[in-house]
Nanobody
Framework: QVQLVEYGGGLVQPGGSLRLSCAASGNISSINAMGWYRQFPGKERELVAAITSGGSPNYVDSVNGRFTISRDNAKNTVYLQMNSLKPEDTAVYYC???????????????WGQGTQVTVSS
């Protein structure tokens, strides 16, 4: 079964740090672009950071300079290092990736299960 599994969410004080990870598993051969999204209560899901297959990152303005997205293709994993966290960062964070299977067949876009990040004193 193809899936994305997230780790690393939790409770942290303002100014603290967390590192999220998202690993793809199942019968996959490669991964194209990957990204992190977050969803505030009662709001639509929004893109936070994305990274191309070649490792080029992009960030939404509100996290630029504080968050860093990276990937390890050998481990089929994408990371989000979050520093200088603010209460406004509190949300459920989801990873997303376009996966490929046998003979480079496009499997489609998959979502992680979501992990809660809470920033509070």
């Amino acid at each position: 079964q193809v899936q994305l599994v997230e780790y690393g969410g939790g409770l942290v004080q303002p100014g603290g740090s967390l590192r999220l990870s998202c690993a793809a598993s199942g019968n996959i051969s490669s991964i194209n672009a990957m990204g992190w999204y977050r969803q505030f209560p009662g709001k639509e899901r929004e893109l936070v950071a994305a990274i191309t297959s070649g490792g080029s990152p992009n960030y939404v303005d509100s996290v630029n300079g504080r968050f860093t997205i990276s990937r390890d293709n050998a481990k089929n994993t994408v990371y989000l290092q979050m520093n200088s966290l603010k209460p406004e960062d509190t949300a459920v964070y989801y990873c997303n990736a376009e996966l490929f299977g046998i003979a480079s067949m496009t499997l489609g876009y998959y979502w992680g299960q979501g992990t809660q990040v809470t920033v509070s004193s």
